[in-house]
């Protein structure tokens, strides 16, 4: 790969573009054998929803471009290890995910509410919920509206503990399977269930108020 290659000159529109456009046999081969042109090929095609996943997870642009940048070598450096059988596409997602994840744990921690305190509250006789739980409105047909509840729901998912915001990320976001996600994480399947089971419950309490119409 020439050096002069830049890594992150992905166009965000990419990651709308078909993950498995542009694997083929042929471009593996021309990976495989150093091509230039191809690593740049590649780079274009999946950058930008890698850079998107990374960025989910760090929650900036700069850490998010160093990690996919991190991704790109290492996927170009360990192309061997890619199977055939699956898509050039997924695995690299994957790496970008890692490599987000890795850079994530090197950084402080930021303070954290409980996540206790986002959970629903349950009587001691019967389990019934200690609050009503409400029925959420309509969907908005009005995109300005639709977009004002994505950026509300990425804020809400920003404010859950970090371990329960990752796992949600990974889960419902990314689209791994708990499987996965306990691998990324390093913990049990189990343990991974509970922790996004947990952090569902607790974005619906942070939720309530936007789609009920009830304030906080």
């Known amino acids: 790969m020439a050096s002069g290659t830049r890594l992150l000159a992905c166009s965000p529109m990419s990651a709308d573009r078909d993950p498995g456009a542009s694997r083929d046999d042929s471009l593996l081969a021309r990976l495989r054998a150093g091509d230039d042109a191809a690593y740049a090929g590649v780079v274009r095609e999946h950058g930008g929803r890698m850079l998107a996943a990374a960025r989910r997870i760090l929650g900036n642009d700069e850490d998010a471009r160093d990690a996919v940048q991190d991704a790109f070598l290492s996927a170009f450096k360990g ?80 404010q859950l503990p970090e371990n329960y915001r990752v796992a ?36 619906r309490t942070l939720l309530d108020p936007h789609f009920t119409g009830v304030g906080a």
């Not at 990974?170 to 399947?189: C, K």
């Open 168 to 203: 949600l990320l990974l889960r419902d976001i990314e689209g791994l399977e708990h499987e996965e996600v306990a691998d990324q994480l390093g913990i049990t399947v189990n343990a991974a269930k509970i922790r996004v089971h947990r952090a569902r419950q607790a974005l």
């Open 79 to 158: 192309l061997e290890n890619f199977h055939e059988q699956a898509q050039l596409s997924t695995w690299l997602h994957r790496i970008a995910i890692n490599a987000a994840l890795m850079k994530l744990r090197s950084q402080r921690r930021r303070h954290e509410r409980d996540i206790d305190d986002l959970l629903p509250k349950f009587t001691d006789a019967g389990g019934h919920h200690l609050e009503e739980q409400r029925s959420w409105g309509e969907a908005v047909d009005d995109p300005l509206m639709r977009e004002e509840t994505r950026a509300f729901v990425r804020k809400s998912i920003d």
